[in-house]
């Protein structure tokens, strides 16, 4: 019987962990290469955890992410904590973010066809811009943020927004006299605060509730949800349903990302970010109602206004205004308004 050296065993043990080790740098080389099929989307989200839009775009980023078997998986970060929406539209058209939720708002500067839709008392109802935007004319919206790097996947939207103040309801344009408003800082509101008469004070949303508190202003404007959530119905106890602004938001993919797809998953992320879009309004719809009920249960005087004729008439030099300086988009204008 031949005998094994300790030499031997130590060849036999060195061949052995040689093997183990090929196999183990195997394994990992298959899962870097695995791992490196996975794209991790970043996506930028205004809202708080639970907001209805938050919770689509969660829907939206776990369909993506179960249909494509994880080739694309998607992460919100809620709150703006990727930093404020025009930073946010800049780094998404670079490819340093790859989707967002935007309100088309802010992005005037980037798209100016956009502008048009913070024209005052454009739509004339939630469900018309619906049917506008999920049309031919949203299409063109869509065309023109494609130019600009931002593939449009769905249109959410952000309800609409009305007056609300401490001193009086608003039935008639006339009662906005002399009342000092809140606005967003666009030209197109301060503008529709002056053609009313009131005094419009443009500053940030963290500043109204004080602001109302103590004097400062008399009111603001915007949706139920907001109203309820910011706790500004603690101060403003009235609340007068002017619809005047109703703005569409995009779920918007970068272009590099949306490219960088096949085209079988630009399939599956385009039919999630409609799915998103059919759950947020549904969220939207049950958001505003629990918020009345909220604000009305704290003594909020609420009242309607059902011919808003008269508000619109006021609005007539700021259209003609517009339209005087982007005389391109008076038909786009009308085509808005003569959709049913």
Same mark, same amino acid.
């Given at each position: ?70 080739? $694309? ?18 780094? #998404? ?7 967002? =939720? ?31 935007? @999920? ?30 103040? #401490? ?6 344009? @006339? ?7 809140? $606005? ?38 915007? =949706? ?6 910011? =706790? ?9 349903? #002017? ?69 619109? @008439? ?27």
């Amino acid at each position: 019987m031949s005998k094994v050296s300790v030499f031997d065993n130590k060849k036999g043990n060195t061949a052995v962990n040689a093997r183990w080790v090929s196999l183990a740098a195997a394994g990992l080389l298959l899962g870097s290469s695995l791992a490196a099929q996975a794209d991790t989307w970043r996506g930028w989200n205004v809202h708080p955890d639970g907001y209805p839009n938050s919770l689509a775009l969660k829907s939206f980023a776990d369909e993506v992410a179960e249909k494509t078997e994880g080739r $694309v998986e998607p992460r919100v970060y809620n709150n703006a904590v990727l930093g404020d929406q025009p930073d946010a539209i800049d780094q #998404t058209r670079n490819g340093a973010l790859d989707f967002g =939720n935007f309100n088309m708002g802010p992005m005037g500067p980037i798209v100016p066809e956009t502008d048009v839709l913070s024209l005052p008392f454009l739509f004339n109802g939630v469900d018309q811009m619906y049917r506008v935007m @999920d049309g031919e004319i949203g299409e063109r919206f869509a065309d023109a943020l494609a130019e600009q790097n931002l593939v449009v996947l769905s249109w959410f939207g952000s309800g609409a927004r009305s007056f609300y103040d #401490t001193d009086h309801p608003i039935e008639t344009p @006339d009662d906005v006299r002399g009342l000092k408003l809140r $606005v967003m800082n666009n030209d197109l509101y301060v503008q529709m605060v002056d053609a009313l008469g009131g005094n419009a004070t443009p500053m940030s949303y963290g500043e109204v509730f004080q602001s109302l508190k103590t004097g400062v202003i008399d009111g603001a404007e915007n =949706n139920f949800p907001s109203f309820e959530s910011s =706790n500004h119905y603690e101060v403003a106890k009235y609340f007068s349903e #002017t619809e005047h602004l109703i703005i569409p938001e995009c779920l918007c993919v970068a272009s590099s990302s949306w490219d960088a797809l096949s085209d079988e998953d630009q399939e599956i992320v385009r039919a999630a970010a409609q799915s998103a879009a059919e759950e947020q309004r549904r969220l939207w719809d049950e958001r505003v109602e629990e918020s009345r009920k909220v604000v009305e249960a704290a003594g909020v005087e609420i009242n309607g206004i059902e011919d808003k004729q008269a508000f619109q @008439d006021r609005m007539e030099p700021i259209y003609q205004a517009f339209i005087d300086d982007h005389p391109e988009m008076e038909s786009l204008i009308d085509d808005i308004r003569n959709t049913p």
